[in-house]
């Protein structure tokens, strides 16, 4: 079995938060990190993100340039990436912009909560059992034919994944400010990673893209 190079994107602030408290998503990136992320995007199979990230951000997750899409379409895949969720509680709105634009869409559940999500029009369910096996699902999702999985969020995947030494590279757009609110979401959440906090991983580039730095790190080597 194949599975997905897991790539995780996160925009942070200098000192480590994705957001601020309020209720608009606060602006981390610029127009050129925008641009950005849609290239990796339109290079990606599939883009997931956690049904939290769905309910407060309402993301679209769309490769926006019609040049993008185009060449896409010109490869035999599809114009966008599938696109994939993941829940516990089965508390997803219809209504939000996830499940009305774009391609394909695939939720990921654990627990009793597939019969509740299996309402959506046109969203295929996978239940994995009683507990959410990232593992299982990257195993899903390669038979599928998923080879670049991006993962945009929220804390708790994010947190998941690298405690589960499933990311294969991290994409990190460094916005040149300070939220300082101490309850405000951060990348991660504190837990025990692999290595613990002695593994370093390898940083493969460093890019400026107007205000933002960006970091790519490989976990794994």
């Not at 050129?32 to 309910?55: M, N, P």
Request: charged share 25%; with cysteine; net charge neutral.
């Amino acid at each position: 079995m194949i599975r997905p190079h897991v790539l995780l994107s996160v925009a942070v602030s200098v000192d480590g938060h994705i957001d601020d408290r309020g209720e608009a998503r606060f602006p981390l990136s610029n127009a050129e990190d925008f641009d950005h992320v849609g290239r990796v995007r339109a290079e990606s199979d599939a883009i997931l993100v956690g049904a939290g990230t769905i309910r407060r951000d309402n993301p679209r997750l769309l490769v926006h340039d019609p040049g993008r899409r185009a060449a896409r379409v010109a490869a035999g895949r599809p114009e966008h990436p599938l696109k994939v969720t993941v829940t516990r509680s089965g508390d997803l709105d219809p209504d939000r912009a996830f499940w009305h634009c774009g391609g394909g869409k695939l939720v990921y559940t654990a627990g009793s909560d597939a019969a509740a999500v299996a309402g959506l029009p046109g969203v295929e369910v996978v239940p994995l059992g009683a507990d959410l096996d990232l593992g299982a699902l990257l195993d899903d999702l390669g038979a599928r034919g998923v080879r670049r999985l991006m993962v945009e969020g929220g804390t708790r995947v994010h947190t998941a994944f690298l405690a589960a030494g499933l990311a294969d590279e991290l994409r990190v757009a460094v916005a040149p400010l300070l939220i300082g609110q101490a309850d405000a979401p951060r990348f991660v959440d504190p837990t025990a990673f692999p290595g613990g906090p002695a593994h370093r991983f390898h940083l493969e580039d460093v890019s400026r893209l107007g205000d933002v730095a960006v970091l790519r790190y490989f976990p794994k080597r």
